[in-house]
């Protein structure tokens, strides 16, 4: 019912910027809260940021004053602006969303930050 494409990944060097896309599709009025994770590699995949149909967001510790998550609902996307990034940032990230207590994903883009 929803699809997820995100966009945006890419090579930056430490202090650099990189801002991830999410375009939903399907039937994304039925969204209750989306958020983006990530996963480096030999890791866990674990939870960056998210957001609510409210507007209220959230943040894991290690990224708040630095990265921050929005929605333009005209457009059915999502965005992760990443400023200041740092290479344990490296990572594939993905976009979530639940619907109707579903859980969809992404396909995953690349974030790999060099020193």
């Known amino acids: 019912q929803v699809q997820l494409v995100e966009s945006g990944g890419g090579l930056v060097q430490a202090g650099g910027s990189l801002r991830l896309s999410c375009a939903g599709s399907?039937?994304?009025?039925?969204?209750?809260?989306m958020g983006w994770y990530r996963q480096a590699p030999g890791k866990q995949r674990e939870w960056v940021a998210s957001i609510f149909s409210s507007g209220s967001t959230n943040y894991k510790d290690s990224v708040k004053g630095r990265f921050t998550i929005s929605r333009d609902n005209a457009k059915n996307t999502m965005y992760l602006q990443m400023n200041s990034l740092k290479p344990e940032d490296t990572a594939v990230y993905y976009c979530?969303?639940?619907?109707?207590?579903?859980?969809?994903w992404g396909q995953g883009t690349q974030v790999t930050v060099s020193s």
């Open positions: 399907g039937s994304i009025f039925s969204i209750n809260a």
């Open positions: 979530a969303a639940i619907a109707a207590g579903i859980d969809y």
